[in-house]
């Protein structure tokens, strides 16, 4: 999610724990280690594991209908989709890192207390995260609110925390889009073979959603699921406010002023380090970054840090980041940036067979509505018709994602019900 909205004070947890929780853990072959001490044995299961493989499930959060409610409007989240409590866990499965070796990841899995014994799935992929506990198995942040939202509506919700965040080892490589999709793909996989122990089994119907950087996941995600490999059957796509159009209209809103300079730090401070290794773009952070930030810029990233100390780090404009080369490699990239760029842009660049709905506002300086333009431009080419639902002129990041995610359940519900 936004800056703003990461830096927000943790909440309620809600937490039901204590012997109940071992006693289920131990069920299910759950391991109820602290994160630290449980990875080593996470990624020794992974070793022989297979993509997908469950290997642990920890129970999280238990809320009634009006703990849901309540919890949604902490930040004005509209209740009415709400019909049912929720129960939340931790998964930890097997994956891929972005080399294709086997690691681990966790995830977020949440369950109705109540509606269909057969539950359909919904994908929630979750917005920029710098912080590992601020993923969606973390602490009980605002990135648990919509996988709440679309259980309390009758759903199971898969909310992946991607690689190296929530408990999964090593750093996060962000805005990867394969690795992303992998984990995303993986952790649905990992979260019907923990539904079906719970006694909840799942369909093979997703609907996939997500907000800013998990919009994106979510477009390359359902061009995945479209390929028919995985067991899993795509049923609808909604993006919200995703960054699809990085090369011609997130990149250009860095330097043009549509994306908020303050933000775009940020950002690109977090693309160019976790990118340089991948697709290798310097071997000195002072090739890129000024002094002093040269020297501290990647340490900021490890994901222990608050978005709130990163940005107070950090400098307000992207002029005053980057090396005047490297600035106007921003904003004309070329070389190992524009190879960077192309390889995590396209997601809208196929045909969905299903239907398409993309989400954003008029005021959002954090991923600009051009880019869910050019995604519906993108799927026009290809002959899918994808309805642009403008939240108005003055919805910004995160009044985007409020707006829009009681929207998206609607919409969810008017499609399995024939009537979408």
Known sequence: MSITQHSKQQRRPWLRRGAAAVALAAVLGGITAPAALAAPAARAAASSA?????????????????????????????????????????????????????????????????????LDLVSDTHGTVATRDD??????????????????????????DYLGLGGGPGSHPYMDTRSSVTASVDMLKAARTAADRLGRPVSRDVYATGFSQGGQVAMALGRELSRGRDGLRLRALAPMAGPHDLLGSEFPGLTDGRVDPRVGVFYLSYFLTAQNRLHPLYKDPAEVFRAPYAQAVEGLFDGSHQPQDIVAALPATPQELLTPQWTENIRSPHGALLEAIRANDGACDWKPAVPVRLYAGGADTDVPAANSRACAADLARHGVRAKVVDQGPDADHTATAVRSAPQVVRW???IRQGRS
């Open 50 to 118: 297979g993509r997908g493989d469950l290997v642990s499930v920890v129970p999280l959060d238990t809320l009634d209908r009006d703990q849901v409610v309540a919890e949604l409007g902490t930040l004005g989240i509209d209740p009415a989709p709400v019909r049912y409590g929720v129960r939340a866990y931790r998964l930890t499965y097997a994956t891929v890192d972005p080399q294709g070796r086997p690691t681990t990841a966790t995830g977020l899995l949440v369950l109705p207390r109540g509606g269909p014994h057969r």
């Open 135 to 160: 993923a969606p198995s973390g602490g009980a942040g605002s990135n648990r609110l919509t996988p709440y939202l679309h259980a309390s509506a009758g759903r199971a919700v898969a909310a992946p």
């Open 412 to 414: 969810f519900d008017s």
